[in-house]
């Protein structure tokens, strides 16, 4: 093994192999806490080529690899149990070129989130990717995950966002897919292959990113909704006339909390069982009106109790408030968290189902609902009692999983909406896929990584 | 194979098996007239499982298939020479399904693009994807070669509007891939690799699609250029401030021969060598000063000589014909066709070399451009002097072939920018497509289609 790690120091830069057990910990794992990591060693390439000639050794030497981006994963997808190598992406964080005409930047996998969101910034453009890790995020892992977030119903997903991605497959190929082409119909667009592929194909290491205009003037309205059936109207009712930038809920138990934790004032008078949050981009007076004679409209129909609208930018940060910090005030309880998705003309009956399986099952378990009612994407999170030990809660809700995942596969629905398959979701994986599906899954891997060298053991 | 044919018969219904001479020679070819047609028989399934039974049928009597949509393409993607079974998707035209609060629509793969986009009207919905064939060309059709058109800049391609497919692949096996979800992040997302994939995988049978808001008051600004340079200025001048829904060119040859064909008068007052079309929507006032605004900038900065802005739905439509109305007012002299593209900035330079390959090689040749310019998407049609053989022309224009694409690959650019393959670019797919990318694709296809039943042939 020494010796082929003397091999693998010769393709990197100096200090670009670290096989300290700190290291060793830090870089072998995302923000999943329930596996055991044991990684052989971290690597830090700074170029594509040195990836490909990592991955021709990991061939040779019949290594596994582990992609690292910024490792704030929640299904495992970056966990290093088996004495992968760890391929971090650190080193590679320069964006490297910026088309002002094209509106198109391409940067190495390893750029933060919020490093290309200020780049776009500073060229008085707009990323609308964005979520609670941006921080931290690295494009790469976003683009091998797909990730979502707030602006979903308004932005789409990273997949929306990608104009071209070099990768290195399996093989140790270098690929460079679709270069900023917006139209490109020669054969399969591979490049959509591997977003979303969870560095079971190959590893990432460019993309060249699409910008768009910066909103003018985010406006957010924040509702108290009666009961969670009425948010089909106001989804309706507000899309019929408004664009929306974002249409989240949450649950009065996630309020309480929110409000207690951070010491913030009710924000509408009614207390009411869900609440909803839309944001909307108000580039004219008009468009202002349009909203308000929607929120009418809901009262009305008796699909609103009450409700306040910013009227500046503080405001609407304030009222975002009341959303973002949820599952921060809550992470001290360690929820056990679930990332499901139906189409949105289904959440509230399956909401519904959910709660009473838990409620029968464990009568003592606490569920906080939020998430990004707009698009069907729910975040189930389910606290233990005080008195229980975590172990036991964890089982206990994994012996609820299928009950709802049950519930999910008869509704058509997904098992992991925003955070991919990993380790977490591989057993619940053929409740979202059909048996053939998987095989088919199976026979792509293998045409891309014949010696199942990368990220072995994840999603299948 | 008479007998391979009544068991064939005894999977369709009554009448939906064709062989006669004339049906043979209608549904065996698409738009393109330079391939033999040669097809067993026409199917006309009804129903998913009929159409994985015919897939089952071939595997077993080793027939090839070809799929047969709305027969528009111009690339031979439905073309049968080799006695393929034709499997024709007209009676599989049904609009099964729609869910308002989603805006989702759910159809049969041989529904026409124009229904669909009536139904939406119907619904006080909109759907975006739009082109010259709309009347004619299906919705499978439209998803195996990801069709573009004239509204690409703002509301994107055929993928982009695919919430979920229903295939047969070559084995046979019926998949139902991502049914409308939103947010679905588990595993490869196998919806987008049958999109664009021309057939050769499998079979789309039905497809969940999402309409949108229609557009309220669409706008038409036709721009007299004094040169393609300036095209860059313009785009970027109109994107910053304005949402562009098209960004068309075209050139004074192409102007003036459609005046002359249709009787048309001159639009604007100056002649130019190239004519730009944007349209956006103006839904408030503001919106139209903006316009205004960045058409005042263009005349200072040189880039506009001139210029007309609709100011009534007739108008613009009026405006629009000038556009519209360049393929048919061609076709009589049967244009060679190149369906091309770059990123948007570089549309000038490629422009301008492949007018000079042209002029040296072929100097009585005429050069006809127009297409999507904000995309990148040029549309380059030859016209053959009136004097020379057809035959001789097109041997002509496949010798300049390798030239123009020489010159796409170095820009990194397409070879087939919204037409798919087929068998037309087939020759060429290298330009477009590095070797280790087609072996690739070669095994996907094997994973899906181990007998090379489907659209064998087709794309490599």
């Avoid at 408004?242 to 138990?253: G, H, Q, V």
């Avoid at 994994?398 to 509704?411: A, R």
Wanted: with cysteine.
């Amino acid at each position: 093994m020494q010796s082929s790690l003397d091999a693998l120091k010769s393709i990197l830069d100096a200090d670009c192999l670290l096989t300290d057990n700190d290291s060793l910990q830090q870089y072998g794992k995302d923000w999943t806490n329930n596996y055991s990591i044991s990684p052989l060693a971290i690597a830090f390439p700074k170029t594509t080529d040195q990836v490909a000639e990592i991955v021709r050794w990991a061939n040779k030497n019949q290594v596994a690899l582990v992609p690292s981006g910024g490792r704030t994963g929640l299904s495992g997808g970056a966990v290093a149990s088996n004495h992968e190598l760890v391929v971090a992406f650190d080193k590679m964080n320069q964006i490297e070129n910026f088309e002002q005409s094209t509106q198109q930047v391409t940067c190495q996998a390893g750029v933060i989130t919020e490093q290309l969101q200020q780049f776009a910034m500073d060229n008085d453009l707009y990323y609308p990717v964005d979520f609670a890790s941006s921080g931290s995020s690295q494009i790469g892992g976003n683009i091998a995950t797909n990730a979502g977030g707030i602006k979903v119903i308004r932005y789409g997903l990273t997949r929306d966002w990608v104009m071209g991605l070099t990768v290195v497959t399996g093989k140790g190929d270098i690929l460079n897919l679709n270069s900023g082409l917006i139209k490109n119909a020669t054969g399969f667009d591979l490049r959509h292959l591997f977003i979303g592929s969870e560095g079971i194909l190959g590893f990432i290491t460019e993309a060249t990113i699409k910008l768009t205009r910066q909103p003018t003037s985010l406006t957010v309205l924040l509702l108290a909704i009666p009961e969670l059936e009425k948010v089909k109207t106001l989804l309706n009712l507000f899309q019929k006339d408004i664009e929306l930038t974002a249409f989240e809920f949450f649950s009065d138990k996630a309020m309480e909390k929110v409000m207690k934790h951070h010491n913030l004032p009710r924000p509408v008078e009614s207390e009411a069982p869900f609440y909803c949050l839309l944001e909307f981009d108000a580039t004219s007076e008009e468009i202002i009106e349009r909203a308000l004679s929607c929120f009418e409209s809901g009262l009305e129909d008796e699909a609103i109790l009450n409700g306040v609208m910013s009227q500046s930018q503080q405001q609407a940060d304030e009222l975002w408030k009341y959303r973002e910090y949820i599952s921060e005030t809550i992470s001290s309880r360690k929820p056990y968290k679930n990332d499901i998705a139906v189409t949105p003309d289904k959440v509230s009956d399956f909401l519904h189902k959910v709660d009473s399986i838990v409620s029968e099952h464990y009568p003592a378990f606490e569920v906080i609902w939020f998430g990004h009612i707009g698009d069907g994407n729910l975040h189930l999170n389910i606290l233990a009692p005080e008195d229980m030990e975590y172990k036991d809660f964890i089982s206990a809700c994994e012996k609820v999983n299928p009950l709802i995942f049950s519930e999910l596969q008869k509704m058509g629905g997904s098992i992991s909406a925003e955070h991919g398959v990993g380790l977490l979701k591989k057993p619940y994986l053929s409740y979202s896929r059909s048996e053939q599906e998987i095989a088919y899954m199976q026979g792509i891997k293998l045409a891309f990584d014949p010696n199942n060298i990368m990220n072995p053991g994840k999603v299948f």
